[in-house]
């Protein structure tokens, strides 16, 4: 990738995680997922992931979330957006997670490429706020690349820190991966990669030999210096109420299109321009469906 590339423009639109008593933007119904779609299409995104969630708000990993969530987004915008689902979660057989996506057929789905200590410290509390084992095994990803791959799926790999990029390697070798890569490269979690620009150089450097395309998922405070980090180094970027909900100013950002809109600014004030959604596709190396 390069400064004359287009940079695409993604949202993650409402993670797993956070409530409502958090960020009173995030969506927790079909119809709320819709309407925040709209805002993020008309400043500018192209791609949006989903983590689904039943209507009250918990996290869903159910057919039916999935398919109601996906179609309610389509009603509102068509094909304006590429749909990428989440497989990331903790305790949620893979088996399930492929019902999801056989029955849904996203565009694109996100895939993890590692295990790791995931948490989040207080430095005023001096004691860690939230901790967990990220648990993504080798034959977990195994499992959901074969499966993405006989679906027409193209996965997207999250990379917490550089084992993780080196991970693509074995798949790639196994033949299950085409070019170009879709990696996203996720900053700003302790137990993960530091957020720095040279950290964020030396993921896209230790990609598979290749044209591949990359973009940067800051978690937190750091997303907008790496957003403006990946802008300069040639990649794309992600955005969204699933990362972070504050814009650069230290104001709740009313809605994932607060958020989009800040992130297009950012890019064309660098001198590039967003991607379209066509130019999207392409660039991930979506395979139209017949």
């Known amino acids: 990738m390069s400064l004359s590339d287009p940079a695409v423009l993604c949202c993650a639109i409402s993670g797993a995680l956070a409530d409502r ?11 709320e997922y819709a ?118 799926i193209k996965p997207e790999h999250e990379c917490f820190d550089l084992g993780h990029v080196a991970t693509l390697d074995p798949f790639v070798d196994m033949g299950l991966l085409d070019a170009p890569l879709h990696a996203d490269f996720v900053m700003g979690v302790v137990g993960g990669v530091p957020a720095t620009a040279r950290n964020l150089a030396a993921m896209a450097e230790n990609l598979p030999a290749g044209d591949h395309h990359w973009g940067v998922i800051g978690i937190g405070r750091v997303q907008w210096p790496m957003i403006s980090a990946a802008i300069s180094l040639g990649g794309s970027v992600r955005v969204g109420l699933e990362d972070n909900f504050y814009l650069p100013g230290g104001e709740m950002a009313s809605s994932n299109g607060d958020l989009v809109a800040t992130a297009r600014g950012l890019i064309e004030n660098s001198g590039r321009r967003p991607a379209t959604v066509a130019e999207a596709r392409a660039r991930l190396g979506i395979i139209p469906r017949g």
């Open 21 to 31: 008593d958090q960020c009173p933007a995030i969506p927790y119904k079909p119809e």
């Open 35 to 152: 309407a925040e779609a709209r805002r993020i299409v008309d400043e500018g995104g192209v791609h949006i992931h989903i983590h689904a969630r039943h209507p009250d708000g918990t996290p869903s990993q159910e057919i039916e979330d999935y398919l109601a969530i996906k179609e309610a987004i389509a009603g509102e915008i068509g094909d304006a957006a590429i749909i990428n689902f989440s497989t990331g979660t903790v305790g949620v057989s893979v088996e399930k997670r492929i019902a999801y996506l056989e029955a849904g057929l996203p565009e694109v789905a996100a895939v993890n490429m590692g295990s790791m200590n995931y948490a989040k410290y207080s430095e005023r509390r001096k004691s860690f706020v939230f901790e967990m084992v990220f648990a993504n095994p080798m034959e977990e990803i195994r499992e959901l690349l074969e499966a993405m791959r006989r679906l027409g």
